[in-house]
């Protein structure tokens, strides 16, 4: 078959298409991070960064209204997206053929970064990720006479909407690894070229929008043997939770609200969201707050607290994860559209921390935060199915040394056996009932 089009050979008309897109996906990723902020001043008085990871500094009841506020809205725009417009498809289905209207997507997508703004709790990725899908199949269909083939049009959608996901969390690897691991399942040449073009692309014109700081604050200490010894207990019991935490998520999606339901469903998950957050408001939003927390837990000073004080954090830790479970399986549940992957992190990272937690009250342990990035990683690989995305984004968000690659792959690789042995035998026990 010819490798040329009407106007120019088929790989100018890629590489065009891949610095276009990327930029596009990359304006359209830093304009969704600056609707957030818009969004958080307005509702809850503070700006979300990597020093302020979540509204912990705000009043218990503006943080109910703001969540409660959010669910309400968000209910009625998905109502009338689902009931009275053309239906958005997902970004899989837009990579096997599926058009995404682009109006009731850009609605679809600000409701999405809305009800997290405001507090709702569930991921915010899919958004860009959806962005940058429609983008790429508004460019294709009108551009496709440049000299690309019909082949083309599911790299530039999964191109780009891996893009979307790297312009926004800053995170080239991620994002390319997105569209390679998750919705193409092939590395051939081209698509590896374009998805890592077009997602630097978008990282770097995301960044120049909204900063290049990680996502993320860690420690600086140096990655040793103990943590390679970590990963051994956590990277097992992380693909447990990832697993349950996937299958938890999968059923809340299966029996998700879209009919007139969603109009008080949403509202009362978000009700309850907001009474957890009067007391624990790193329940609310994607996660971040809580995996910042982990992260954060100082190991000198638990290093010189009493058993009984270690206990405590280890309970505060295990009520502030199950709750953030909760509340995210129930917002899919009640008809939240929006992703798991940064929830997950969140467990991930509280699950890393209690075993370090632990650990402290018997053997010399890794710092706390390392132990939380391990688990996170650990636990995204599990939840996602994709472990090599989830070991790049850690090291992405984090940035994270090049040593730190070393326990971070052996707990994903742990992670990912274990979760998919979980996840077949539950799959086997649902088909035989």
């Known amino acids: 078959m010819d490798d040329s089009g009407p106007f120019m050979p088929r790989v100018w008309s890629l590489a065009l298409s891949t610095v276009v897109l990327g930029v596009l996906a990359g304006v359209s990723s830093g304009l969704l991070s600056l609707f957030l902020d818009v969004v958080e001043r307005g509702f809850m008085g503070f700006v979300e960064g990597p020093g302020v990871p979540g509204p912990l500094g705000v009043q218990p009841l503006r943080r109910l209204l703001s969540v409660l506020a959010g669910g309400v809205v968000a209910a009625v725009v998905w ?26 997507t850009v609605v679809h997508v600000l409701t999405q970064i809305f009800l997290v703004a405001t507090g709702g709790s569930i991921g915010r990725e899919v958004a860009p990720r959806e962005a940058g899908a429609m983008l790429g199949g508004v460019w294709f269909r009108l551009t496709h006479r ?32 997105f569209g390679v691991e998750v919705l193409l399942a092939s590395a051939d040449l081209t698509t590896v070229a374009v998805c890592l073009g ?42 447990a ?38 007391i624990v408001p790193q329940v609310m939003g994607n996660g971040r707050a809580l995996a910042q927390a982990a992260m954060s837990l100082d190991s000198s000073s638990v290093s010189t607290a009493e058993g009984r004080s ?9 009520t502030f994860g199950v709750w953030k479970a909760i509340c995210t399986v129930f917002t899919i549940r009640a008809g939240a559209a929006g992703g798991t992957l940064t929830p997950s992190i969140a467990l991930g990272a509280v699950l890393g921390a209690i075993l370090a937690l632990a650990c402290s009250l018997f053997l010399p342990g890794i710092p706390f935060w390392q132990a939380a990035v391990i688990g996170a990683a ?56």
Not at 163 to 172: K, R
Not at 205 to 218: A, P
Not at 249 to 277: C, K, N
Request: net charge positive.
């Open 79 to 104: 109502w009338l997206l689902r009931n009275k417009a053309r239906r958005v498809p997902s970004v899989a289905e837009a990579v096997k053929g599926a058009w995404m209207p682009v109006w009731q």
């Open 198 to 239: 077009m997602s630097s692309v978008a990282t770097l014109v995301g960044g120049s929008i909204k900063g290049f700081e990680s996502y993320y604050e860690v420690g600086s200490q140096p990655f040793s043997r103990w943590a390679m010894l970590f990963a051994l207990v956590a990277g097992p019991l992380s693909g």
């Open 310 to 318: 270690v206990w405590m954090l280890i309970l505060l830790f295990l």
């Open 241 to 278: 939770l990832g697993a349950a935490f996937r299958r938890l998520t999968s059923w809340a999606e299966s029996q998700q609200t879209t009919g007139r339901a969603i109009l008080w469903q949403l509202p009362a998950v978000a009700a309850m969201t907001g009474l957890v957050a009067t």
């Open 378 to 433: 650990a636990t995204l690989a599990a939840s996602q199915q994709a472990p090599l995305m989830a070991l790049f984004m850690l090291f992405e968000v984090c940035h994270l040394p090049a040593p730190a690659l070393m326990p971070l792959a052996l707990a994903v690789a742990l992670s990912a056996a274990v979760s998919r042995v979980l996840l077949n035998r539950w799959r086997s026990t649902a088909a035989v009932q």
């Open 146 to 177: 440049l000299g690309l083939r019909e082949s083309d049009r599911p790299l530039l959608v999964a191109a780009a909407a891996g893009a979307g996901f790297a312009g926004i969390y800053i995170s080239p690897l991620t994002g390319t690894l």
